[in-house]
């Protein structure tokens, strides 16, 4: 029997396969944790970090009070958008990491979608 992380480990690798980013259309990564969510876009030519978001983020604070977990991920979609707009990133490759697209990982790719990500 396996536990819940290694079936999303082997999720996420079968995923990876297919899911890369490049210059042109880097990579958007989603961790979630159970009381924080974070997004990187991610360039894997160079394997760096070109933007990165999380509910820990410092500028966040007062747009995070009193939202639930889903609406928090949303916050997060846009501020991730804002910094990749910043840096003339406008197409990126969506990486779930292996969770379901369902619930914060789906709020925050909708929230970036809204902010102006194509994906």
């Not at 944790?33 to 983020?57: C, G, R």
Request: charged content about 35%; glycine content about 10%; proline content about 1%.
């Amino acid at each position: 029997m396996s536990s819940k992380n290694e079936s999303r480990a082997r999720r996420k690798r079968r995923i990876r396969k297919h899911v890369v980013g490049s210059v042109e259309r880097p990579r958007l990564t989603v961790f979630r944790s159970s009381k924080h969510i974070y997004a990187q876009v991610v360039d894997d030519a160079t394997a760096k970090a070109l933007a990165a978001a999380s509910t820990l983020t410092k500028g966040l604070g007062g747009d995070l009070d009193g939202k639930d977990k889903s609406e928090r991920a949303a916050v997060v979609g846009k501020a991730i958008a804002e910094e990749c707009k910043k840096k003339g990133i406008t197409k990126v490759v969506f990486d779930r990491n292996g969770y379901a697209y369902h619930g914060r990982v789906k709020s925050l790719a909708e929230g970036a979608r809204e902010a102006g990500l194509e994906f």
